[in-house]
């Protein structure tokens, strides 16, 4: 069984930047599929950005140039750097696994807030 701990949410002020730090446990495989979701309040949860082995597969088209999805496959530890963060970017961002015949797993979600 795989599971998920995201880490790294906070409040920051619009323009600023933070890293999230997804820590996977469990059979975990360097080519499984990895990426970060986002939720906001009165909305449909949303992909942010994917990855594959070490390789982005997909950024969201709000967040591409901004964002920077990466993976220690050693540390079985994904991270998503955020940059020139906008208060819309607020959301609970959860960390997503794809393995072998579609399993699936989600952490628990971090909390972004941007606010002046």
């Known amino acids: 069984q795989v599971h998920l701990v995201e880490s790294g949410g906070g409040l920051v002020q619009p323009g600023g930047s933070l890293r999230l730090s997804c820590a996977a446990s469990?059979?975990?495989?360097?080519?499984?599929?990895m990426g970060w979701y986002r939720q906001a309040p009165g909305k449909q949860r949303e992909l942010v950005a994917t990855?594959?082995?070490?390789?982005?597969?997909k950024y969201a088209d709000s967040v591409k140039g901004r964002f920077t999805i990466s993976r220690d496959n050693a540390k079985n530890t994904m991270y998503l750097q955020m940059n020139s963060l906008k208060p819309e970017d607020t959301a609970v961002y959860y960390c997503?696994?794809?393995?072998?015949?579609?399993?699936?797993?989600w952490g628990q979600g971090t909390q972004v807030t941007v606010s002046s």
């Open positions: 997503n696994w794809v393995g072998l015949f579609g399993r699936e797993a």
């Open positions: 990855m594959i082995s070490d390789y982005p597969l």
């Open positions: 469990g059979s975990i495989r360097s080519i499984d599929t």
